[in-house]
């Protein structure tokens, strides 16, 4: 069966450290893939997307993620992060275009001002 | 414009009783999804409604779970009998499929289930 493997549960950092959360996910056919934010007490939001073309993507808020087919993984980098980016970020696969999403068990980031 | 409403936003419950859990998609949105949010399992797909064809239903983990959708809008996740690991917080999603769509899917705020 598909899954979708988040490697931190937790990840502590201090304003304008650089960040990076793995992502990797077992399917070898086509997929979507994405990074969703749920703010505290917000609902999940879209940060960024990848479907085709150039494997690096850029989202919202100076995030950015890199799809490495070879190494099935899509890893969301940021290069200084805020208090503000203080969430749990969800990783999730899809296959082809269509149909439901796979999600990782998410990482929470905790920011220190 | 509108984004997917759920409602209620926190139903309490007794064990065995059942629930109706109501999604509003974005209006001409015609995909549909539920998903459950809970600690230790993350987030699991139950449901997936496209349009007319028959919902893929895949992700509900028994019998007491069901859902329908009328008018290809509002859709009601019923749980029958309900059980203390029911208790999770129940996504619901939309996306509108079709050319030049991107089959984003946008999240509802969720209605967070206690079974007691």
Redesign the interface.
């Given at each position: 069966a598909q899954s979708v493997s988040q490697h931190n549960h937790h990840v502590i950092l201090s304003e304008a450290a650089s960040l990076e959360l793995g992502c990797n996910y077992s399917y070898g056919g086509t997929v979507n893939l994405f990074w969703y934010v749920q703010y505290p007490g917000q609902h999940l939001q879209l940060l960024l997307k990848y479907f085709s073309g150039d494997p690096l993507v850029k989202g919202i808020k100076g995030f950015e993620a890199e799809f490495i087919k070879s190494k099935f993984s899509f890893n969301l980098r940021k290069p200084s992060v805020q208090w503000s980016d203080t969430a749990e970020y969800f990783c999730a696969v899809r296959r082809g275009s269509q149909g439901n999403l796979i999600f990782g068990k998410g990482t929470k980031l905790s920011v220190k001002p | 414009g509108a984004g997917v409403s759920q409602s209620p936003s926190n139903k309490v419950t007794e064990k065995g009783k059942d629930v109706e859990l109501r999604c509003d998609p974005i209006s001409g949105h015609t995909?549909l999804?539920w998903?459950r949010q809970s600690l230790g399992?993350?987030?699991?797909?139950l449901i997936?409604f496209?349009g007319n064809s028959a919902p893929?239903k895949s992700?509900l983990p028994s019998d007491r779970f069901s859902a329908e959708r009328t008018g290809g809008s509002v859709s009601t996740l019923t749980i029958q009998r309900t059980q203390q690991e029911d208790s999770a917080v129940y996504?619901c999603?939309s996306s509108r499929?079709g050319a030049g769509s991107?089959?984003?899917?946008?999240?509802?705020?969720?209605t967070r289930l206690t079974v007691t």
């Open positions: - | 995909a999804y998903y399992q993350g987030l699991e797909f997936y496209q893929d992700g996504l999603a499929l991107s089959y984003e899917q946008y999240f509802g705020p969720g």
